[in-house]
């Protein structure tokens, strides 16, 4: 059995997978009742394992969460310790994997302190706290408290700021979020579409300018967002994926964007105007 001590060595992942089925049980129960001790570096060593222990087998993601570790786990994420709160949040996102963990990490407490961690953490703790926004945004009924919570400002500065995985974490989220009405209009105010415009016009690698360009589409279908979408210089963007891009895909989603602009609305006409403007791209969409 693993026994939690101040001086204890860093965890090794091969001890951990070691520990029999028998030990399991205990050895969560100790980390659980270590994560409200007083010492920062017994609360950190407890986070570590509990990460571990929730990184590959559904059963032990199961038997924690029914242990009270994520309640236990949730203060973690505003530690002023860097390295605790990494744990902290990663060990969460290892559990959310599991649907049965999903609802006891979903709370508004929990949320809030994802998104807290979005906004203060690490690097890796930013982009792990992005992905459990996203595991949390797989159930649908989840989506609206998650953008009311405030998440989508912060997840658009991981997109501007971040690391390319940060970038590709916050990017997924977002376009999850972004299948409710409410959380287009979040992100369009957030000041998503300058970066979107950005990713589609850059060298960023296919995949980054697909995804990007599926979130603009989502977003072409509101007003504030076709509006956002011409003010940044969207559609010489994606005039420009149709003539230059080497991805059929990505042609098929700036059709499809440029589609949206373009239907009937306040601007509908301007917008058609400045697609005939480019100069190429004129018959599918007049």
Same mark, same amino acid.
């Given at each position: 059995?693993?026994?939690?001590?101040?001086?204890?060595?860093? =965890?090794?992942?091969?001890?951990?997978?070691?520990?029999?089925?028998?030990?399991?049980?205990?050895?969560?129960?100790?980390?659980?009742?270590?994560?409200?001790?007083?010492?920062?570096?017994?609360?950190?060593?407890?986070?570590?394992?509990?990460?571990?222990?929730?990184?590959?087998?559904?059963?032990?993601?199961?038997?924690?969460?029914?242990?009270?570790?994520?309640?236990?786990?949730?203060?973690?994420?505003?530690?002023?310790?860097?390295?605790?709160?990494?744990?902290?949040?990663?060990?969460?996102?290892?559990?959310?994997?599991?649907?049965?963990?999903?609802?006891?990490?979903?709370?508004? @407490?929990?949320? $809030?302190?994802?998104?807290?961690?979005?906004?203060?953490?690490?690097?890796?703790?930013?982009?792990?706290?992005?992905?459990?926004?996203?595991?949390?945004?797989?159930?649908?009924?989840?989506?609206?408290?998650?953008?009311?919570?405030?998440?989508?400002?912060?997840?658009?500065?991981?997109?501007?700021?971040?690391?390319?995985?940060?970038?590709?974490?916050?990017?997924?989220?977002?376009?999850?979020?972004?299948?409710?009405?409410?959380?287009?209009?979040?992100? =369009?105010?957030?000041?998503? =579409?300058?970066?979107?415009?950005?990713?589609?016009?850059? @060298?960023?690698?296919?995949?980054?300018?697909?995804?990007?360009?599926?979130?603009?589409?989502?977003?072409?279908?509101?007003?504030?967002?076709?509006?956002?979408?011409?003010? @940044?210089?969207?559609?010489?963007?994606?005039?420009?994926?149709?003539?230059?891009?080497?991805?059929?895909?990505? $042609?098929?989603?700036?059709?499809?964007?440029?589609?949206?602009?373009?239907?009937?609305?306040?601007?509908?006409?301007?917008?058609?105007?400045?697609?005939?403007? @480019?100069?190429?791209?004129?018959?599918?969409?007049?």
């Amino acid at each position: 059995m693993l026994f939690l001590q101040k001086s204890i060595p860093p =965890v090794s992942f091969s001890l951990i997978e070691s520990i029999s089925p028998e030990d399991l049980q205990p050895t969560v129960k100790i980390c659980v009742d270590s994560l409200s001790s007083s010492s920062v570096a017994v609360k950190r060593l407890a986070a570590a394992k509990l990460r571990l222990l929730a990184k590959n087998r559904s059963d032990n993601r199961a038997l924690i969460g029914e242990s009270g570790a994520i309640p236990a786990l949730i203060p973690l994420l505003r530690c002023t310790d860097p390295w605790t709160q990494e744990h902290a949040v990663t060990a969460l996102l290892n559990l959310s994997l599991l649907n049965d963990n999903k609802p006891l990490i979903a709370n508004t @407490e929990a949320v $809030k302190s994802l998104i807290y961690v979005v906004k203060t953490g690490t690097e890796v703790s930013k982009q792990n706290a992005a992905c459990a926004l996203l595991s949390l945004a797989l159930v649908d009924e989840n989506k609206a408290s998650i953008g009311a919570c405030g998440a989508i400002p912060p997840l658009v500065s991981l997109l501007i700021n971040g690391s390319n995985r940060g970038k590709k974490d916050a990017l997924t989220t977002l376009y999850k979020l972004c299948s409710m009405k409410a959380n287009k209009k979040r992100a =369009v105010s957030a000041g998503v =579409v300058k970066p979107l415009v950005e990713l589609v016009a850059g @060298e960023t690698g296919v995949g980054m300018a697909e995804k990007a360009m599926v979130v603009l589409s989502s977003l072409a279908a509101i007003e504030e967002g076709k509006t956002a979408i011409v003010e @940044e210089g969207g559609i010489m963007a994606l005039v420009e994926v149709i003539e230059d891009g080497t991805s059929v895909k990505g $042609k098929e989603f700036a059709v499809v964007t440029l589609l949206q602009v373009c239907e009937e609305g306040v601007y509908s006409g301007r917008n058609r105007g400045l697609l005939v403007g @480019e100069g190429t791209v004129t018959g599918p969409f007049l």
